[in-house]
């Protein structure tokens, strides 16, 4: 095999210069001539309320105001800042009961923070002085922390769209009874030895990335909608942003800027229809949206509170008969990726072990939370979390070492991947569990630790978990690559791959500099 001469090998970043010496440009860092400043005022009276009476008077007076916008300024067409409902089929989309029922600035308050108008200024401090001189009128509504107030009969509906606050279950139509697996759990209950069930809560959780999200947008003089965003994903929101004002998808340009960190934060829209509705408003005129770090809390979308419950059965000598779960999510106010972490987590479910049976049902309620979406694993971490939990509990009851168990069980090359969709086509785990264990004396250590007696143990501890790349079989990814050859013999490539401060471009550019066998200095 040829030796490579550039991919592995360790080199200098391709962007780290400029992020060392401070002259990346993020999108905070954006200045043009004759900037205006926006702020969106929010709700921070209620939870949940509806808005009766909005008086933006006051606030258009300021000096240095340059425009007022309520929910009746702008756009009355809803979207869904998410983006994953692009990524499915419009078939798969409406099996899933995807649904876009956000609004620019809302007059049915969901969550404490809720935005419900705009203003625009010429410095960010007037913007702020005038945004706290909005008069507002409200009309309170019950709040509903968690999926059992939510569902509650009487309980105040988020969308019509979503009759019982449900905003997901597994549909039918993919999963029969609402659920995913296979085999039968309940016939293989009866005949374990051993059953054992719990219940399990993960909480809320946010990213808190390096950069708050920060948006540029301008209306330019030729008709053309430009948007410089901090997102993730550029290319959908494009779409989604054309959509949403109806414009040519060739009239608007999404920019996307350097990425401070993104671990779920940026997956889909954040601000970018409310900095977009602003820019239509002043046309000819920047206007720029800084978010701090309290506001980016509560509008990009945090890990998912939820409730678990999980039962599993064995044979006496480990060998795992059935699984059985469901997940109950806290959606928060608005819907964004409702249907795809109470999928995800199931399916993760199917990924690690050998359970000859299996099921798995999930669901979201709405809840007066700010929005939840995307954070690190998508699911998985959570699913993970209350598995191993359960394959300890097993194997100290049936007094089996549980490494050995997880040497024994765990998915290989040839099994089956998440949904049965392809086959592992390798597996290095017990060699990993191997080295694992020489490293920390696991062996040592579990003797050692066996016949303790007080209420101060110490104790040493195994888990494993597995996941994907990309979501086949549900989203089929694709991508493009342009690369240019120019006029000096240097090479310019053009990829649609976000680079969040993990390297991408750098192994993009090592990958193009490797094919092309030119030296990596001359790719661009």
């Not at 006051?58 to 983006?83: I, R």
């Not at 819907?335 to 199917?350: K, N």
């Not at 099994?415 to 086509?425: E, G, H, K, Q, V």
């Not at 143990?457 to 494993?464: E, K, P, Q, Y």
């Amino acid at each position: 095999m040829t030796e490579l001469k550039t991919v592995g090998k360790s080199i200098e970043r391709v962007d780290i210069k400029a992020k060392v010496l401070g002259t990346a440009v993020y999108a905070a860092d954006i200045k043009m001539p004759g900037m205006l400043h926006g702020k969106i005022v929010r709700c921070f009276e209620h939870a949940h309320a509806r808005v009766k009476h909005l008086d933006l008077a006051a606030a258009a007076a300021v000096p240095g105001v340059v425009k007022v916008l309520g929910p009746k300024d702008v756009t009355s067409k809803t979207y869904n800042q998410s983006v994953i409902d692009l990524m499915a089929s419009k078939t798969e989309g409406a099996m899933l009961g995807d649904i876009e029922e956000q609004h620019i600035f809302t007059e049915h308050v969901k969550f404490w923070g809720d935005g419900i108008a705009g203003i625009i200024a010429v410095s960010e401090e007037i913007a702020e002085r005038a945004a706290k001189l909005v008069k507002v009128e409200y009309e309170p509504l019950p709040v509903y922390i968690t999926p059992e107030e939510s569902g509650h009969p009487d309980a105040e509906q988020f969308t019509p769209h979503k009759p019982g606050n449900r905003a997901f279950q597994l549909p039918e139509e993919m999963f029969p009874g609402n659920a995913l697996g296979w085999g039968d759990v309940d016939k293989a209950f009866e005949e374990a030895d051993l059953v054992i069930e719990d219940t399990f809560y993960t909480p809320k959780q946010k990213q808190c990335q390096m950069e708050p999200n920060s948006y540029v947008a301008l209306y330019d003089d030729n008709n053309r909608l430009n948007c410089w965003t901090s997102g993730q994903m550029p290319k959908l929101v494009h779409e989604k942003i054309a959509r949403l004002f109806d414009l040519p998808m060739s009239r608007v340009t999404i920019n996307q800027t350097v990425v401070g960190g993104g671990f779920g934060a940026r997956l889909g829209m954040v601000l970018e229809p409310e900095i977009c509705a602003m820019a239509l408003a002043v046309p000819g005129r920047p206007v720029k949206i800084q978010q701090p770090r309290e506001e980016d809390w509560l509008t990009s979308p945090s890990r998912h509170p939820a409730r678990y419950w999980m039962k599993i059965g064995f044979k006496k000598d480990g060998t795992p008969l059935a699984v059985d779960a469901k997940s109950v999510n806290f959606k928060g106010g608005y819907y964004l990726d409702g249907s795809a972490l109470a999928s995800t987590t199931g399916f993760w479910l199917q990924g690690m072990y050998k359970f000859e049976n299996l099921r798995y049902k999930g669901e979201s309620y709405f809840t007066n939370q700010p929005v939840c979406g995307a954070f690190r694993g998508y699911g998985n971490p959570q699913t993970n979390f209350v598995l191993e939990q359960m394959i300890e509990r097993a194997c100290t009851q049936l007094n089996l070492d549980p490494l050995e168990w997880r040497r024994k069980w765990h998915k290989e090359t040839g099994d089956m991947s998440w949904l049965n969709a392809t086959p592992y086509t390798s597996c290095a785990l017990n060699e990993c569990l191997d080295r694992g264990a020489e490293a920390i004396g696991w062996a040592e250590k579990r003797k050692k630790y066996a016949n303790q007696t007080g209420t101060k143990r110490r104790g040493i501890g195994v888990a494993v978990g597995n996941h994907t790349s990309g979501a086949f079989p549900m989203i089929l990814e694709h991508t493009t690559c342009t690369v240019r050859l120019n006029e000096d013999a240097s090479a310019t490539v053009l990829v649609a791959c976000s680079d969040m401060g993990q390297g991408a471009h750098t192994s993009l550019t090592q990958i193009a500099a490797e094919t092309l066998g030119w030296p990596i200095e001359d790719v661009r």
